[in-house]
């Protein structure tokens, strides 16, 4: 049978909920206080399902998203909106389609004949923080953390003076929630491109003292002239030739790059001041990263619902949640604040969002409801490099690729003394996309009590869309030691920046958006339930769900399908190749099922 886990209003209100992700959120019980959960807010699990696996309600009608079931920290009403909430475990009744182990269903608060307000703050200051380790090794102050929430809501009935008086038939209640969070704190260590090196300088290479590595500076070999080789030297790529069979480059005297023979585009993004400093003089893992998602974060909440008693018979209500939402979300490697140089990695995700909640119950007699609801959601994510569509391929001299973002250059490759940085060596974010999903829900039901039978049928329509929209991608740049090393001391000799401002690339990419696709799936469903009380400890529920589900399809046929009958021209006619399904005039290879008859059966 179904359990019921019921939070009055009054346990909502008095319960502590800590701010996380933007916001205080509305299944923090869920996931801190009830039986059965694992997880978190975002990512959680009930009575062994997987994660997002539940129904997020509000207002009884599905959040919507087609991704993401069972996380709303991204779109929310208000905690100071929600009245009370119930999560419903174990077997379903069939009204319920698209949790698998549970759904927890949200009512938001409607006003009264009485004006009613409350508030609610939280805040975090670094002032009373303690320094963490690593502002403590640098002797820095302790760094940014900041944390503003704050919350009003106000309700009750809809009054204009002279003009309109609402009580006994119009109410409202109005929430908005901000929240202001800056963070800088810093819990690891990358590598940056040193001031000399952005000079062309690479002479403290030599230095073991300065690199960490005894060999630096050290007679590692000879090459076929009977030249000493030395660990870090520099050598000119230009110089390439064989004596007696060996491969033989001049080294750059002094180990110093001349600015002369630099790549125009590299002495762009220097000369522009692209490349940061680095705070500390040393060679490797000189500048702290921050340690947290988001250093700068803003997210603005507003919502109103309205309840309209048409007669004794019909009511009405309307409730709309609008959500702005912006945050720094970018990769490990980001250091300093928002938005940084093109070389730093900084991202903005921008994520807002609609909820929008209609409905009208009809009191046909005092055995027979009829209730009809629509809900529309939306939520949008584009998450792009901060310097997104500012230029910058055209503004350091690049050509041939469109000015989405900052190119990448990437040095993770080769020994890390000579510029092989790791998972950390990447310079230039080119995120770039953006998709916009949610649906559209209509539910019409019926209630019948007779006797000891209460039975409940009905429809539900779902309506899913997602929308990609991606833009077209700017180069990433590989570079290791390889163009600026003697070859056969590869792991000796040579360095990756220095390859950089020579302009030899070891390898690129360049991402191309062909298309953006549309996809969208429809869900139908009828349902009849009838809870049936057969004794004062016994009732039965019968329930029967029948799901229509057309297949998932692309706007403009952009799918395709392996056929291993057709002759693949592009392989002399052989068999085996895609149908693309905008050619044969469909939107998807997928037939419409019909056979998902779900019984549920519960004591």
């Known amino acids: 049978a179904e359990i019921g886990h019921y939070v009055s209003t009054k346990e909502f209100q008095t319960w502590p909920v800590p701010v996380g992700d933007g916001q205080r959120q509305i299944q923090q019980f869920v996931f801190s206080s009830l039986p059965g959960t694992t997880g978190n807010t975002f990512e959680g699990a009930i009575n062994g399902g997987r994660n997002y696996s539940h129904e997020i309600l509000i207002e009884g009608i599905p959040l919507g998203r087609n991704l993401q079931g069972g996380s709303n920290n991204e779109m929310s009403p208000p905690t100071e909106a929600i009245s009370e909430f119930k999560l419903q475990t174990g077997t379903l009744g069939a009204e319920f389609g698209g949790g698998q182990t549970a759904v927890a269903n949200f009512v938001v608060k409607s006003g009264t004949n009485n004006f009613h307000g409350s508030g609610a703050v939280y805040i975090q200051d670094a002032k009373f923080d303690a320094r963490p380790f690593v502002a403590k090794a640098l002797n820095q102050a302790t760094p940014i953390r900041e944390l503003q929430n ?273 998972n950390t060596g990447i310079f230039g974010s080119i995120s770039r996309g953006a998709s916009y999903e949610g649906s559209t829900i209509v539910q019409d039901d019926l209630t019948f009590i007779t006797g000891r039978h209460s039975i409940k049928g009905g429809f539900e329509g779902r309506f899913y869309f997602v929308d990609n929209e991606t833009a077209d991608g700017t180069a990433t740049y590989n570079f290791n030691s390889a163009q600026t090393n003697l070859p056969g001391f590869d792991q000796t000799t040579g360095h990756a920046y220095a390859s950089f401002l020579l302009g030899a690339v070891q390898t690129s990419s360049r991402p191309v958006q062909a298309v953006n696709t549309d996809y969208y799936q429809r869900d139908f469903a009828f349902y009849l339930q009838d809870d049936f009380k057969v004794s004062s400890k016994l009732t039965l529920n019968l329930g029967l769900r029948w799901d229509i589900v057309p297949g998932f399809y692309e706007k403009n046929g952009y799918v395709t399908n392996l056929d291993l009958n057709l002759a693949n021209p592009a392989a002399g006619n052989r068999p085996g190749a895609l149908r693309f399904a905008d050619q044969e005039d469909r939107k998807t290879f997928i037939d419409t099922y019909y056979g998902a008859l779900q019984p549920r059966l519960g004591v």
């Open 150 to 422: 704050g919350a009003v809501a106000i309700g009750g009935p809809v009054v204009v003076p002279r003009l309109f008086n609402g009580r006994n038939r119009s109410f409202f209640f109005a929430t908005f929630e901000k929240t202001h969070q800056e963070e800088q704190t810093s819990t690891a260590f990358r590598t940056l491109p040193t001031r000399e090196f952005q000079n062309g300088d690479f002479s403290r290479l030599f230095d073991p003292a300065y690199t960490g590595d005894a060999r630096s500076g050290t007679i590692v070999g000879t090459d076929a002239l009977g030249r000493p080789i030395r660990f870090g030297q520099i050598y000119d790529p230009r110089t390439t030739r064989t004596v007696d069979g060996r491969i033989v480059r001049d080294p750059f005297p002094n180990n110093v790059v001349p600015r002369a023979l630099w790549d125009t585009v590299a002495r762009n993004t220097i000369d522009q001041g692209l490349w940061d400093a680095p705070q500390l003089d040393r060679l490797l893992n000189n500048q702290p990263i921050l340690g947290t998602c988001c250093p700068v974060f803003d997210q603005n909440t507003f919502a109103v619902k309205f309840d309209q008693v048409i007669n004794t018979a019909h009511k009405m209500s309307f409730y709309v949640n609008r959500e702005w939402r912006k945050r720094n979300n970018s990769p490990a490697g980001r250091y300093g604040v928002p938005p940084g140089s093109p070389t730093n990695l900084y991202q903005l995700q921008n994520t807002p969002s609609w909820m929008i909640r209609a409905s009208e119950n009809w009191v046909i007699s005092d055995r027979l409801l009829h209730r009809f609801a629509f809900g529309y959601n939306r939520f949008a994510n584009e998450n792009r490099s901060v310097h997104f569509n500012a230029g910058w391929p055209s503004r350091i001299g690049l050509t041939n690729q469109p000015d989405t973002t900052f190119p990448r250059f990437d040095f993770r490759t080769g020994a890390t003394v000579l510029g092989g940085l790791g």
